[in-house]
């Protein structure tokens, strides 16, 4: 899935390569998937002490996983000729554009909420670094599990592209480093969305304010963003528009500097919580 | 025809198509509450400051995505005081964020369409690895947030 995030690409560019009907068939196909998911509808169920909202948007995404060449394409080959490779390609061409939608639709949001979002700044700005819990938690964890060199490319971030580019130009793609973020990115790739959407209606339970939250949204993954801030909106719906113009403007900021955080700040502090963890166990050990 | 032109065409040619997708799905959500008129003109403002977006993006050497300019374009027009903000909002108002979405989800799970093979290769050990890491920037920020608005009796 080629993501918002992809920066150092212009993936548009290739579109010369499809034929009208590879087009037309992603546009009838995206537009089945949509209907039904919409046709399908918001239902929410509780668990435990909240509840869990499921939202269209995420039955279309299930679905579109499953209407592809390599599910149901293998049951029904004649499907492949709707829907094969080129349009599997075509797709993750799009994937940035149809991003962009979304991008100023957000906007919108945010712009007559312009005052309260300069009330909200210094926290806007902090949260940024609230992405650094990535490794706070997730590096102890991958080290238990027997991880070693991978924990520091697996934890870095929530690893979308620009973390991609960045590791595999330091380390190597096929260094332990390089493994671990392939494997997050991959994880992302096929989960992330699913996951964040039940994580978005599910956090509210968390005691955390929605705006707390809808920052927490906006995290430089565009897919995950929206699973995320939609399934939190349709959980608080009376703060709709609050939590939109907050996860949009988290997202503008996430956008802007994660590589630079990435490269400055969460890389150098990822090697160092490696170091005092396996440093510490190698003289317990040793 | 010049490489610029027909690049631009091509992009312009995919969101046309995204848009009337979005339009559809707007429909089968909302039924007939859909104001048409409006809903077209609020789909065309959005497609310019789409397209406008990717040209800021391919013209500037930095590395900030499309997606950032689109959001802070659009946040411009629509501040208190700029005089296309009533039209702009107006406009795009009856297109709802949900079902750009619920098309975004599509597209994205048809381009990993190819790639479900992969999910065999992975291990669970990076499968929970990476639920951890997500859970992780999630409350990071969250938490973050919630401090420093608090501190600012914001809430």
């Given at each position: ?286 | ?7 631009t065409?091509?992009q312009l040619?995919?969101l ?31 497609v310019a400051i789409s397209i406008v977006s990717v040209k ?100």
């Open positions: 899935m080629s993501e918002n995030t992809k920066v150092n690409q212009a993936p548009e560019e290739s579109m010369t390569a499809f034929s009208v009907k590879n087009a037309l068939c992603f546009f009838v196909l995206i537009t089945l998937l949509s209907v039904a998911g919409e046709k399908i509808g918001t239902h929410s169920f509780p668990v435990g002490p909240g509840k869990i909202v499921l939202i269209p948007m995420v039955f279309t995404m299930i679905l579109s996983l499953i209407f592809t060449p390599d599910v149901f394409g293998r049951v029904v080959p004649a499907f492949k000729k709707l829907c094969g490779e080129k349009e599997v390609k075509y797709a993750e061409n799009s994937m940035m554009l149809v991003l962009l939608l979304l991008g100023v639709k957000m906007g919108t949001a945010a712009g007559p909420n312009l005052p309260k979002l300069i009330a909200a700044g210094p926290a806007l700005i902090l949260q940024e670094f609230g992405n650094l819990g990535t490794m706070l938690i997730g590096m102890p964890f991958a080290l238990l599990l027997g991880m070693r060199r991978e924990a520091v490319g697996a934890t870095v971030s929530i690893c979308r592209e620009p973390t991609l580019g960045l590791i595999s130009e330091i380390y190597g793609i096929n260094s332990p480093e390089g493994l671990g973020v392939m494997g997050t990115y991959m994880v992302g790739n096929l989960f992330g969305a699913i996951f964040f959407s039940v994580l978005g209606s599910f956090s509210v339970l968390s005691g955390l304010d929605p705006r707390a939250l809808a920052m927490a949204c906006g995290m430089g993954s565009g897919s995950m963003m929206t699973a995320a801030s939609q399934s939190l909106m349709a959980t608080v719906p009376e703060m709709k528009d609050e939590i939109s113009a907050f996860a949009a403007t988290s997202n503008i900021m996430t956008n802007v500097t994660g590589l630079y955080m990435d490269f400055l700040i969460a890389l150098p502090c990822a090697n160092f919580l490696y170091k005092l963890f396996v440093g510490r166990r190698e003289k317990k050990n040793g | 025809m010049s490489k610029f032109v027909s690049n065409l091509n040619k995919v046309i198509l995204l848009s009337i997708a979005v339009l559809i799905t707007h429909y089968a959500a909302i039924g007939d509450k859909l104001n048409w008129h409006n809903a077209v003109i609020g789909m065309v403002i959005i800021i993006k391919e013209a500037l050497p930095l590395k900030i995505p499309a997606f950032a300019w689109a959001s802070l374009l659009s946040l411009l027009l629509t501040v208190p005081g700029c005089p296309v903000a009533p039209y702009v909002l107006e406009m795009t108002k009856q297109i709802s964020t949900g079902e750009i979405g619920t098309v975004i989800l599509a597209v994205a799970g048809i381009s990993i369409g190819t790639r479900i093979d992969d999910i065999k290769k992975l291990s669970w050990k990076i499968v929970l690895v990476a639920v951890v890491v997500f859970i992780g920037t999630f409350f990071g920020s969250a938490i973050v947030a919630q401090l420093v608005l608090k501190a600012q009796g914001l809430i």
